[in-house]
């Protein structure tokens, strides 16, 4: 804040000059400074540097909408048993002998006579005619019996016919073909269908116009007993006859004695 100077040499390290031609204030300093003289003064602080720019990612642009359909969600899953898985093999008859085959059959290969001629799990599907066998595609020689897949106990499955073979009577849940009550197990009673009609507790595809054993009807609760209430005696008829007054109060007056039928002699 000293004066006057010409320049910042002029000035101790750290101050400048500040040049003046009339009353500009000068900065750092107070009092009254002579008009037009130049003084030493802090020079002013050194701003900050400008920060170095940086390079931000620009995310990419929200791709345009489209007109394509939105696919409709997955369905909700159901109950619905899945029908018998399509096998790659096709009907074979390899074996036509009496008996058991030298080896379990495989599936779709026949002739088959009971379960036990068939590999593993498999059934024997007993055939009358030209039945398709389920999961089996081709042809195959009328009544010859092929081993196949029977998906759940309930899947519509023919065992035998006539009661023959005899081992598979009284037929089980959902098999056929029946001809009546008694050739189905306990409790289960024979469909007679004429064509595809639906067989109630079985699922699959039964043979048109086929017999199956299925859970009989549940039996109706029974009518209550009848009640045997006593009926009141009805109320009499009124009449018109004249209700009699009724008897006087008893009161406490002493009966007089009675007069004597004889007299003083």
């Known amino acids: 804040c000293e004066g ?6 002029d000035c101790d390290t ?3 000059c500040q040049q003046r031609t009339g009353n500009e204030a000068i900065p750092g300093c107070t009092g009254t400074p002579e008009p037009g003289e130049d003084y030493c003064r802090p020079a002013d602080p050194t701003a900050p540097p400008t920060p170095a720019p940086t390079n931000p990612v620009t ?7 489209t007109d394509a359909v939105t696919p409709s969600p997955t369905p909700e899953p159901t109950n619905a048993v899945t029908p018998n898985p399509t096998s790659t093999s096709t009907l074979q008859v390899v074996f036509t002998g009496s008996g058991a085959p030298p080896n379990p059959l495989p599936e ?14 498999l059934v024997c599907f007993q055939r009358s005619g030209n039945e398709a066998v389920p999961g089996c595609p081709g042809d195959a020689p009328s009544g010859v019996d092929f081993c196949a897949i ?11 016919d006539n009661g023959s073979p005899a081992e598979n009577f009284p037929l089980g849940l959902c098999e056929g073909d029946c001809d009546s009550n008694a050739d189905c197990d306990t409790g289960l009673v024979c469909q007679q269908r004429t064509g595809n009609e639906a067989i109630p507790g079985c699922v699959g595809t039964p ?15 029974p009518t209550p007993a009848p009640t045997n209430p006593v009926t009141p005696p009805p109320t009499p008829e009124p009449t018109d006859a004249v209700t009699p007054s009724p008897t006087p109060e008893p009161t406490n007056a002493v009966t007089p004695n009675p007069t004597s039928t004889s007299t003083l002699q």
């Open 207 to 221: 043979e048109p116009g086929e017999d199956y054993c299925r859970p009989a009807d549940p039996t109706a609760p």
């Open 59 to 65: 995310p990419p642009p929200t791709p345009e909408p």
């Open 4 to 9: 006057d100077c010409d320049s910042n040499a």
């Open 14 to 16: 750290g101050l400048v």
């Open 150 to 160: 029977r998906a759940t106990a309930n899947t519509a499955w023919l065992k035998g």
């Open 108 to 121: 779709c290969h026949g002739d088959c006579d009971d379960d036990t001629h068939c590999a593993g799990d």
